[in-house]
């Protein structure tokens, strides 16, 4: 008995650990990465205010892309939204206890996306319509913002009878993302046209996300492949994000051969071309040891995913000799440097107009680049695997990689 409740309480003890470790948001490639949206409250009305919500990506390489930001909260009383500059909710909801003028949206718990880049003009505000994608810091800082306006009514006329929205959650469509309750910060100043007036905000509140993959609860999206000159040595690991065309039922996939391939535009469920692993993405890394004094890696990321073209697609690579990097063909590339840890990973990303876009599956679904490293006499070796990367994530999602034993420079 005795033996029993302390092997239960270890137990209990070693559940709780693992389950804290496994939703654990921190990341050590991005210690202070997160979402931050901040609720200005700008102008008073006669039954509400009105206010310019900013969601602000301060993560380092994790963009927000196709179908973009679901931004979803729920009211502390019976708030509406009389009109909207910017975004919309995605229902109106129940407003029958309105007559004459009806509000857009009476939901208790709306739910706000983006406009699309396309929207007239009168209906836009600073910042808005980019159809929901929101660009990493590193990859494009200037475009790592959106924002809408909102007027609410039915809040009372006093700053004392605002109350702060609650269950703030921010989706991309799918779950990832952990928001805190908001707090009330030092009101926003902003700086007029002219830099000659500041005017500041009349409340702000902050509300701070944090990604987490734990919470995504998806399949991986991606997988590596090995090769050794133009030998294939390790293919990506059957199954890696499904199951093959014999369960159709877990993802969908199509024969490349057929000749009706869908050409439907972005849709949540990837619809793939049918593989041994059914990744949507996978990325070969190839390898050239034999110069004398530097070894070159070819990358080539296919999409294999007929429901997606993947903008501001990127890649962060880690392997031990990346100090040692002397040149990058075909892509941009940003040494992630961390005080924590060795200065062993790099960020790759395409470069606009040239192959920014990673094209649905097909033709054009295909980007290769190209690593030039030095040899570095003290590390460098061509056995154990060593000129192979310890890990690769593609938008952010880690890939899964073939087993260490199917490494072939293992001899
Ligand atoms: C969010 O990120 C910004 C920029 O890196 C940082 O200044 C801020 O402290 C972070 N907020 C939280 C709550 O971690
Ligand atoms: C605040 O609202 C009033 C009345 O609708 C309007 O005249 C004024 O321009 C607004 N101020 C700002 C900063 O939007
Ligand atoms: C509410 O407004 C009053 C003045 O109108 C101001 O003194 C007070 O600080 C405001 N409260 C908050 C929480 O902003
Ligand atoms: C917010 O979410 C929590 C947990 O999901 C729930 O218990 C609570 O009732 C929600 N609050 C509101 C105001 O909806
Ligand atoms: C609130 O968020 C804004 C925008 O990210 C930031 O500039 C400001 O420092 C934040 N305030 C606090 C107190 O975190
Ligand atoms: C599909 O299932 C059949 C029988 O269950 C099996 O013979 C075949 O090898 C499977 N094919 C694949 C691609 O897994
Ligand atoms: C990808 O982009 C091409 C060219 O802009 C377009 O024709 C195609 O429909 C797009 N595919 C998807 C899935 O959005
Ligand atoms: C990584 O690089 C940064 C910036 O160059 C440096 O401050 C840091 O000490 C380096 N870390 C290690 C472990 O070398």
């Not at 994530?393 to 420079?409: E, Q």
Request: charged fraction near 15%; glycine fraction near 6%.
């Amino acid at each position: 008995m005795n033996f029993l409740s302390k092997s239960s309480v270890l137990l209990l003890f070693v559940l709780c650990c693992t389950s804290f470790t496994s939703t654990e948001a921190y990341d050590p490639l991005d210690p202070n990465g997160n979402i931050t949206i901040k609720w200005d409250v700008v102008n008073w009305t006669s039954d509400g205010y009105v206010a310019v919500v900013t969601i602000y990506n301060y993560q380092q390489y994790r963009h927000i892309e196709a179908p973009g930001w679901l931004l979803g909260w729920t009211w502390a009383n019976n708030e509406v939204i009389w009109s909207m500059f910017g975004g919309q909710t995605t229902e109106q909801g129940d407003c029958s206890r309105f007559k004459g003028k009806i509000p857009r949206c009476c939901k208790k718990s709306p739910t706000v996306v983006d406009l699309s880049p396309r929207t007239p003009r009168n209906q836009k505000i600073a910042n808005c319509c980019k159809g929901g994608l929101i660009s990493s810091m590193v990859q494009d800082p200037a475009h790592a913002a959106s924002s809408f306006q909102l007027s609410v009514g039915s809040a009372g006329n006093t700053n004392k009878t605002f109350r702060i929205p609650k269950n703030i959650t921010l989706n991309t469509p799918g779950p990832g993302y952990a928001c805190v309750p908001a707090k009330i910060v030092r009101p926003t100043r902003f700086l007029s046209a002219d830099k000659r007036r500041i005017t500041q905000a009349l409340m702000t509140w902050n509300i701070t996300c944090t990604y987490s993959q734990f919470l995504t609860r998806k399949a991986p999206t991606c997988c590596v492949s090995l090769s050794y000159f133009n030998k294939a040595i390790a293919p990506c690991p059957t199954s890696s994000c499904g199951r093959g065309k014999n369960n159709t039922v877990s993802r969908g996939c199509v024969d490349p051969k057929s000749p009706h391939v869908p050409g439907q535009r972005n849709i949540i469920t990837p619809l793939v071309q049918c593989t041994s692993h059914m990744c949507p993405i996978k990325i070969q890394w190839r390898l050239k040891l034999n110069y004398k004094d530097y070894w070159r890696v070819t990358i080539t990321i296919t999409n294999l995913n007929y429901h997606m073209n993947y903008t501001q697609w990127n890649l962060i690579v880690q392997h031990p000799n990346f100090d040692n990097l002397m040149q990058v063909f075909g892509s941009k590339y940003k040494a992630l440097t961390s005080l924590s840890t060795t200065n062993d990973t790099a960020m790759l990303w395409g470069i606009k107009h040239y192959n920014g876009v990673l094209m649905q599956a097909g033709r054009y679904g295909i980007v290769r680049l190209e690593l030039l490293f030095r040899k570095d006499k003290a590390t460098f070796t061509s056995k154990k695997g060593w000129a192979f990367p310890h890990r690769i994530y593609f938008n952010g999602d880690s890939c899964v990689l073939p087993p260490p034993y199917a490494h072939p420079l293992v001899a």
